[in-house]
T-cell receptor, first 109, second 116 residues
């Protein structure tokens, strides 16, 4: 059974803080992991992907992958109110990707 | 096109009617996916097309749901005899379908279906 689990939140952080979003997966064969951001009423948009153990940074976003622990996280530094959205974790293969239920993040001014 | 397009953006129908939802993927993308997202929920996989291969229909919730992809491009998702529980946003995504770790799905704007 291939499952992707996310802490459903909601998560609330003050502006300027670090937001930490977490995701675990059950299939050790999962190859890649993707973080999508979905604003209310909009479709998901890709933030970043990661497929190697360790950290991957892109601007204020850092994805972390630990295959031994089957754990993926997304850190958002210097959180802004515009980061308020639902964040979806997805893992697997390109043709067999499973999405988590999403974590709703609110960044308070 | 520049992105994945879907039509209609909104569809209101009566229980028992059939509906067709259309998806036009990004040019050059061979893989196409349909998902369903109920209010406040995550994405539910419905069906996947890869090139000319037989589609992966493992996510279709019932035989009232079907999809086709003509000419390897545009796809139509058909829901027959709609039920109120079919009300959701139907999202289409496409990717290059290369099977590489970085093959990313790009989503269309979705079709919001309301069954009265």
């Amino acid at each position: 059974q291939k499952e992707v689990e996310q802490n459903s939140g909601p998560l609330s952080v003050p502006e300027g803080a670090i937001a930490s979003l977490n995701c675990t997966y059950s299939d050790r064969g999962s190859q890649s992991f993707f973080w999508y951001r979905q604003y209310s009423g909009k479709s998901p948009e890709l933030i970043m992907f990661i497929y190697s153990n360790g950290d991957k940074e892109d601007g204020r976003f850092t994805a972390q992958l630990n295959k031994a622990s089957q754990y993926v996280s997304l850190l958002i530094r210097d959180s802004q109110p515009s980061d308020s959205a639902t964040y979806l974790c997805a893992g697997g293969w390109s043709n067999d990707m499973r999405f988590g239920a999403g974590t709703r993040l609110t960044v308070k001014p | 096109g520049a992105g994945v397009s879907q039509s209609p953006s909104n569809k209101v129908t009566e229980k028992g009617k059939d509906v067709e939802l259309r998806c036009d993927p990004i040019s050059g993308h061979t893989a196409l996916y349909w998902y369903r997202q109920s209010l406040g929920q995550g994405l539910e996989f419905l069906i996947y097309f890869q090139g000319n291969s037989a589609p992966d229909k493992s996510g279709l919730p019932s035989d009232r749901f079907s999809a086709e992809r003509t000419g390897g491009s545009v796809s139509t998702l058909t829901i027959q005899r709609t039920q109120q529980e079919d009300s959701a946003v139907y999202l289409c995504a496409s990717s290059y379908g290369l099977g590489s770790p970085t093959d990313t799905q790009y989503f269309g704007p979705g079709t919001r279906l309301t069954v009265l």
